[in-house]
């Protein structure tokens, strides 16, 4: 489950918890962007537990629009993945985190999306997830640890949900195909 952040009380807790998880690794905190779409990970509590933000590349900073401008193609519909952020009592929720992901990309036909990633979620994302990320530019230090600069192929994952690799995936969005007549 998951709530978009709709509010100043939403934002506000929205913003304490990827503060509470950045924190503890030792990253500096970074605020939600502008033209953001900011999602709570809800867990089975019915509490908030993490976070997840979504953002199209033409919004993202400058410094990620230089740092992929030469990855990003005319034929890709690009959103920047960042804030995914579980507090540890809820680490479960990064499940349901990829799987909103995926929904929120094909809802809005975003192709790829990028971001910088944690070393340790590229590989989940890759061996766990089978959601293919490719690095493609040498590791960068970011706000206080190693990332990896990385394009997540989305469409060849959400156009293959029922493939058995996807079998971790559950629908967080209603998909509804609507034939116009006339």
């Known amino acids: 489950m998951y709530k978009q952040v709709d509010s100043a009380e939403s934002l506000a807790l929205f913003h304490q918890i990827k503060k509470t998880v950045w924190d503890s690794m030792g990253f500096e905190m970074e605020y939600a962007k502008d033209g ?3 999602f709570l990970l809800i867990a089975d509590d019915g509490e908030a537990g993490g976070t997840y933000e979504f953002t199209p590349h ?4 400058p410094f990620i629009r230089t740092l992929f401008e030469d990855v990003v193609t005319k034929d890709m519909k690009v ?17 349901k985190g990829i799987s909103l992901m ?65 079998s971790w995936y559950t629908p967080m969005f209603s998909q509804i195909k609507v034939e116009v007549v006339g």
Do not use: C, W
Request: aromatic content about 12%; cysteine-free.
């Open 36 to 38: 953001s779409d900011l």
């Open 58 to 61: 033409s919004k993202s900073t």
């Open 79 to 95: 959103m920047e993945l960042d804030s995914l952020a579980v507090l540890p009592k809820y680490r479960g929720l990064g499940r």
């Open 102 to 166: 995926l929904d929120y990309a094909e809802k809005h036909g975003y192709t790829h999306a990028v971001g910088i990633a944690d070393p340790s979620f590229f590989q989940l994302i890759n061996n766990k997830y089978h959601v293919r990320a490719t690095q493609v530019k040498e590791k960068i230090y970011y706000k206080g640890a190693d990332t990896i600069p990385t394009l997540f192929h989305l469409k060849e994952a959400y156009d293959n949900k029922d493939h058995p690799d996807y």
